[in-house]
C-alpha cells in the first residue's frame, strides 16, 4: 500500500464545474504539498500547508491532520486546469531532508 | 533565468552506456533534490543536498547511480551502465532553506535507454 493515496485517478469535468481532488496518507508528517504538472513533465507547486486551508485564486486547499487527509478544490474549473494534480507530504522521519514522498496523481480533463 | 533548469531535456542512451544529467538550481537555493518520475508513475525520491553536502541518498536504486554538488550550486546526476529500467524522467527540485519549504522543480530529464 502506497504511503499516499490519492483518488480518483482520473477526473473529467466540464468547464464551469466544482471539482474536488482527495489525498490520504498513512504516516506522520510535517508538511503536505499539492503541485501541478502539464504534460511535457513541468511540476508547478500549487500549495504547501500543515494545517487549516488555504486559498489562491479559484484553487483551495484543505488538510485535516488527525485524519491524515487533504482535498483539493478547483472552482468554476477551465480547460486551462486540465493537468495532473499530485499530493505529497514531508514524512516527519524525513527531518531537515524535507522530501517528499508522492502519490501517483489525479489526471484531471476540463472539457468546453 | 530565474527558474529552475535542467539539460538535455532529452536524452536517449544505448544500453550500457554512461550519462550525466545537470541541474542549475535558483541561485542562492540551499536544498536541492533528484527525483525519478518513472512513466505514468508519480516522481520518487533519489537524492538530497543542503549546499555541497550529500545528506540522503537512500533513494538512489543502485550503485550505478551518483550525484554530486560540489560547489553548492549546480548538480549533476551520473547514470553508469544504464539499463532499460532507468528509463524515465528525472526531476531537479531546489529550495531556499532547510526545512520544509516550497520546492521549485526544473523541466526534467527525459531519458530513454534502448
Known amino acids: 500500500k502506497n504511503e499516499v493515496e490519492q483518488s480518483p485517478q482520473n477526473l473529467t469535468a466540464q468547464e464551469g464545474e466544482f471539482i474536488t481532488i482527495n489525498c490520504s496518507y498513512s504516516v506522520g508528517i510535517s508538511a503536505l504539498h499539492w503541485l501541478q504538472q502539464h504534460p511535457g513533465g513541468g511540476i508547478v507547486s500549487l500549495f504547501m500547508?500543515?494545517?487549516g486551508k488555504k486559498k489562491h485564486g479559484r484553487l483551495i486547499a484543505t488538510i485535516n491532520i488527525q485524519e491524515k487527509h487533504s482535498s483539493l478544490h478547483i472552482t468554476a474549473s477551465h480547460p486551462r486546469d486540465s493537468a495532473v494534480y499530485i499530493c505529497a507530504v514531508v514524512p516527519k522521519e524525513a527531518g531537515t531532508a524535507s522530501k517528499l514522498t508522492f502519490g501517483t496523481g489525479t489526471r484531471l480533463q476540463v472539457t468546453l | 533565468g530565474a527558474g529552475v533548469s535542467q539539460s538535455p531535456r532529452y536524452k536517449v542512451a544505448k544500453r550500457g552506456q554512461d550519462v550525466a544529467l545537470r541541474c542549475d538550481p535558483i541561485s542562492g537555493h540551499v536544498s536541492l533534490f533528484w527525483y525519478q518520475q518513472a512513466l505514468g508513475q508519480g516522481p520518487e525520491f533519489l537524492t538530497y543536498f543542503q549546499n555541497e553536502a550529500q545528506l540522503d541518498k537512500s533513494g538512489l536504486p543502485s550503485d550505478r547511480f551518483f550525484a554530486e554538488r560540489p560547489e553548492g550550486s549546480v548538480s549533476t546526476l551520473k547514470i553508469q551502465r544504464t539499463q532499460q529500467e532507468d528509463s524515465a524522467v528525472y526531476l531537479c527540485a531546489s529550495s531556499l532553506g532547510l526545512v520544509s519549504e516550497t520546492q521549485y522543480f526544473g523541466p526534467g530529464t527525459r531519458l530513454l535507454v534502448l
Open positions: 500547508l500543515s494545517s
